[in-house]
Nanobody, 126 residues
């Protein structure tokens, strides 16, 4: 079992930055795939970014590449999502997800992840 708790969401203006945190318990974030997804009102839950375990690769959705950065702190067992140059299109509930058995070719598929946090709201508005 993995428990995930997100934090760091809020209301910001276009062009601002925000850093989300996902604190994990039950498994080491260094050994499993951790990911961020987001769900805008009335839309599907979409992949944002992922980091594979054991020093593995980073993956990003095209819509956030160059603006968002995923990282982890093994000592704190926490994964972060640094979001820069936010736009109104980034408004959504952001979810942290985890799984030990995600295959690389399906890393963007939400069906691959068994563990989810409760979500944190990010709102970008002028």
């Amino acid at each position: 079992q993995v428990q995930l708790v997100e934090s760091g969401g809020g209301l910001v203006q276009p062009g601002d930055s925000l850093k989300l945190s996902c604190a994990a318990s039950g498994r080491s974030v260094n050994r499993i795939t951790m990911a961020w997804f987001r769900q805008a009102l009335g839309k599907e839950r979409d992949f944002v970014a992922a980091i594979r375990g054991n020093g593995g690769s980073l993956h990003y959705a095209n819509s956030v590449k160059g603006r968002f950065s995923i990282s982890r702190d093994n000592a704190k067992n926490t994964v972060y999502l640094q979001m820069n140059n936010l736009g109104v299109e980034d408004t959504a509930v952001y979810y942290c997800a985890a799984d030990a058995n995600v295959i690389l070719s399906a890393i963007r598929d939400k069906q691959q992840y068994d563990y989810w946090g409760q979500g944190t709201q990010v709102s970008v508005s002028s």
